[in-house]
């Protein structure tokens, strides 16, 4: 099964920032292998919850342009529900390219 891995903080707080930080670094290292993704509407739609939390691991005056900060609030408290969402329906986007079209296994 393809999930993310999030770890817990001393309150037994879920944080999945740091996973997405990471997630969207290795995107940033392929970006031209991601363009792909990048261009697709569903795929690119399915990278916005991560993008979005990734945001808030870096520095306020770093961030870009994110979700309305109720938005945010409630992706972080149902993060653990919907990455999973997430990184399955990008491997169902990257299973469905023929192979030379996009990333590639190693």
Not at 23 to 43: C, E, G, H
Request: charged share 20%; net charge negative.
């Amino acid at each position: 099964a393809y999930a993310p891995i999030l770890w817990q903080d001393a309150s037994g707080n879920t944080v999945a920032e740091d996973w997405a930080a990471g997630f969207m670094q290795a995107v940033s290292l392929a970006s031209d292998a991601w363009k792909a993704a990048l261009a697709d509407d569903d795929a690119s739609l399915l990278l916005i919850p991560i993008a979005s939390l990734a945001q808030t691991a870096v520095a306020p005056e770093e961030r870009g342009a994110s979700l309305p900060d109720e938005a945010l609030d409630t992706l972080l408290e149902d993060a653990e529900q919907i990455l999973p969402v997430c990184v399955a329906g990008l491997r169902r986007f990257w299973r469905g390219r023929s192979t030379g079209a996009g990333m590639t296994r190693h």
